[in-house]
């Protein structure tokens, strides 16, 4: 008999099927067991008969708990009152494990308690549409890349040097060395953007965020394309093309994921290029227009990002900050050297930073002055360095977090349940 997903039974109809998932809910009225099963692709109703089964075994069925799981075998039937318009007569069942007072009942519970039970909680409705939708933003960006002719190149974990500050940096030892968590593949993308023309790296970033937020994690996943040659005008068409690209993806094949959050699509869909870009001298007017104490030359705090991002339907791409609050590899913008080449695209609905990127200084003696000015040591940078004494060309890219993409699209408000298991200021477990 064939072992089918729920979500292909569509293709089994009248014909005699086994499932195999977990208990997702039950009740029973006399002579018949109405078992929804769960296995991940999808919800079934599955119904048994009394008069079908010795009564022992019927009793089984009747006393089985929430997320029990099991393997049931039947007939596959349309039926338009059930939840995904078909059915499964059970002709036989057999029980894996018996699963006694799951925790995570549908009662509300409080956030704490879910995050301590984050290992199950990732089997409910709504955590499972995110991580569905997360793993299509994954697969889109992965796409994007590849099909623009980009080479995927893995950059290290640890690493001698930091990329994005020093006061992030998680250390760890390694064997009679110190070594960082990276912040940021970028600085490996560029030498893999000189040996590949177009790279990127997908991968695991940290920081030791020391502040609780709702847009911060420890651990996140950042793409960062790298490419040789390219403008900042460049790099923020790049990455305009490649949120467009996602949000098709998400909308097209994510759409019954995206109901279950109830998100409002058309805000999604109303979105198109080309985004707003304005410079960081026109925000900070709009910002102090609507009441923020921000001065030229300051960073914007995360209500300014709030009030920024509030103000479009599509992203807002800013660019020029002042090079004094960004990192140290930012290359100035020759028209006046105070402003970075940089941009940083925020979302739109309050959501703030999704991107941050520009071009890097390519010049080797700016580079060390800088490196200097941030009380970096040059030496770790011996290898970065060699990159603008052989062959230095301009060259830009961006970093893209996808938890914060992942939020935006499903319009939550914690980067926590972007997802499966973060890494938040006080909490390691599970
Ligand atoms: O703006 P950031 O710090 O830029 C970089 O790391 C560059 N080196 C990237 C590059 O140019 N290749 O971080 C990039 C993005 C942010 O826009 C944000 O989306 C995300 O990474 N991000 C975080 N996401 C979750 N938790 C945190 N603590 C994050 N810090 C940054
Ligand atoms: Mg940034």
């Known amino acids: 008999?064939?072992?089918?997903?729920?979500?292909?039974?569509?293709?089994?109809?009248?014909?005699?099927?086994?499932?195999?998932?977990?208990?997702?809910?039950?009740?029973?009225?006399?002579?018949?067991?109405?078992?929804?099963?769960?296995?991940?692709?999808?919800?079934?109703?599955?119904?048994?008969?009394?008069?079908?089964?010795?009564?022992?075994?019927?009793?089984?069925?009747?006393?089985?708990?929430?997320?029990?799981?099991?393997?049931?075998?039947?007939?596959?039937?349309?039926?338009?009152?059930?939840?995904?318009?078909?059915?499964?007569?059970?002709?036989?069942?057999?029980?894996?494990?018996?699963?006694?007072?799951?925790?995570?009942?549908?009662?509300?519970?409080?956030?704490?308690?879910?995050?301590?039970?984050?290992?199950?909680?990732?089997?409910?409705?709504?955590?499972?549409?995110?991580?569905?939708?997360?793993?299509?933003?994954?697969?889109?960006?992965?796409?994007?890349?590849?099909?623009?002719?980009?080479?995927?190149?893995?950059?290290?974990?640890?690493?001698?040097?930091?990329?994005?500050?020093?006061?992030?940096?998680?250390?760890?030892r390694y064997f009679d060395q110190t070594a960082y968590l990276s912040q940021s593949g970028q600085l490996y993308n560029e030498a893999t953007a000189a040996a590949f023309g177009k790279v990127y790296c997908f991968g695991p970033t940290f920081r030791a965020e020391k502040s609780k937020t709702r847009r911060h994690l420890m651990e996140f996943w950042m793409v960062e394309p790298e490419v040789a040659f390219a403008t900042l005008e460049e790099t923020m068409e790049l990455a305009e093309g490649l949120i467009c690209f996602i949000l098709e993806r998400v909308l097209t094949r994510r759409r019954a994921q995206l109901d279950v959050l109830e998100r409002d699509i058309g805000a999604l869909e109303r979105i198109v290029p080309p985004f707003p870009r304005i410079s960081y001298d026109e925000a900070v007017k709009l910002l102090q227009a609507s009441g923020s104490a921000i001065e030229w030359g300051g960073d914007f705090g995360g209500g300014d990002e709030t009030m920024l991002s509030e103000r479009y339907d599509a992203p807002v791409m800013v660019h020029r900050y002042p090079g004094a609050v960004k990192a140290f590899y930012m290359q100035p913008d020759p028209e006046r050297a105070e402003v970075a080449l940089c941009v940083d695209m925020l979302a739109p609905e309050g959501y703030g930073e999704i991107i941050g990127g520009g071009a890097r200084i390519h010049d080797s003696d700016l580079l060390l002055e800088r490196l200097a000015e941030h009380g970096l040591p040059p030496e770790p940078f011996g290898w970065y360095l060699d990159l603008r004494k052989y062959g230095s060309v301009p060259h830009a890219g961006f970093g893209m977090g996808i938890e914060r993409v992942v939020a935006w699209i499903c319009r939550l408000t914690h980067l926590r349940e972007t997802i499966a298991f973060p890494r938040t200021l006080y909490r390691i477990y599970p």
């Not at 549908?106 to 549409?129: D, I, V």
């Not at 590849?146 to 690493?159: A, H, N, Y």
């Open 1 to 172: 008999m064939p072992v089918v997903y729920v979500e292909q039974i569509g293709e089994w109809e009248g014909k005699e099927v086994t499932l195999r998932g977990w208990v997702y809910n039950r009740r029973s009225s006399g002579k018949l067991q109405f078992l929804l099963l769960r296995d991940g692709t999808g919800v079934i109703q599955c119904v048994a008969f009394k008069g079908n089964f010795p009564a022992e075994e019927f009793a089984l069925l009747d006393g089985l708990g929430q997320e029990s799981s099991l393997e049931v075998q039947g007939t596959v039937r349309r039926d338009s009152r059930s939840p995904g318009g078909f059915e499964v007569d059970i002709a036989r069942f057999r029980v894996f494990q018996a699963a006694e007072n799951y925790p995570i009942t549908p009662k509300e519970h409080g956030t704490a308690f879910l995050m301590e039970n984050r290992h199950l909680w990732l089997r409910s409705a709504r955590q499972h549409a995110i991580l569905k939708i997360r793993h299509e933003v994954i697969r889109a960006c992965r796409d994007y890349f590849d099909d623009r002719g980009f080479t995927l190149v893995d950059t290290p974990i640890f690493t001698p040097n930091a990329c994005e500050g020093t006061t992030t940096l998680f250390e760890t």
